[in-house]
């Protein structure tokens, strides 16, 4: 489970907040959203990731609730991008490059369904562009069995507490950070040198 201490939480400072209107917004969700939000903040175009909830039914989640598994949510993340720069497709296959698609409800070492894979679509491009890519990840061979990735309508995404937002950034220390964000994020890096911004 991702977890901080109450001191982590209680130390975290707010996160300033961007104008992001102007910029296009995907959902997905994959695991831990330190991981995933960590990950995509390292993509060219990408302005900002916000970690939060969704999925689903119940109103302003907690992460004890969300954590806990007493929601029918999931840890998600929100990523504003410009599309002049990068598109929703890449979005997706740096999310599927960037975990085990093949992983029931989970990625290691954090499982349970508050932890499956779901790429959100807002519209009927967004549906097509998901379900093409996941048809051409079970196709290549990649993997001996099936993509487990949810592909839904996205309703509402529900943002997590300050002290969640940029937190492999601002916890380098944490012993989770340390032993899973950090190398799930440079496998990542290390696998999609090409998409990355020039600080990283």
Same mark, same amino acid.
């Given at each position: ?45 990408? $302005?900002?990731?916000?970690?939060? +909830? ?7 989640? %907690?992460?004890?609730? @969300?954590?806990? =598994? !007493?929601?029918?949510?999931? $840890?998600?993340?929100?990523?504003? +991008? ?7 497709? %890449?979005?997706?296959? @740096?999310?599927? =490059? !960037? ?102």
């Amino acid at each position: 489970m991702c977890s901080s201490s109450p001191t982590a939480e209680a130390m975290a400072p707010a996160k300033e907040p961007k104008d992001l209107s102007n910029y296009s917004v995907a959902y997905f969700a994959s695991g831990c959203f330190w991981c995933v939000e960590a990950i995509y903040e390292s993509v060219r175009g990408v $302005e900002e990731a916000i970690s939060g +909830y969704s999925g689903g039914t119940e109103k302003n989640p %907690t992460y004890r609730q @969300v954590g806990g =598994g !007493s929601t029918s949510h999931a $840890e998600a993340v929100a990523v504003y +991008y410009d599309p002049e720069v990068v598109d929703f497709r %890449t979005l997706v296959k @740096v999310f599927y =490059g !960037s975990q085990d698609p093949t992983t029931v409800n989970g990625q290691h070492p954090d499982y349970g369904p508050q932890y499956r894979s779901i790429i959100f679509y807002a519209n009927a491009e967004e549906r097509t562009i998901a379900e093409e890519e996941k048809a051409a990840l079970e196709a290549s061979g990649l993997y001996s069995e099936p993509i487990a990735t949810e592909i839904t309508a996205f309703t509402k995404f529900w943002e997590a507490e300050d002290y969640h937002q940029d937190y492999e950034k601002l916890n380098p220390g944490n012993p989770y950070v340390q032993k899973v964000s950090i190398p799930r994020l440079k496998r990542f890096q290390q696998k999609f040198p090409e998409l990355l911004k020039e600080d990283h």
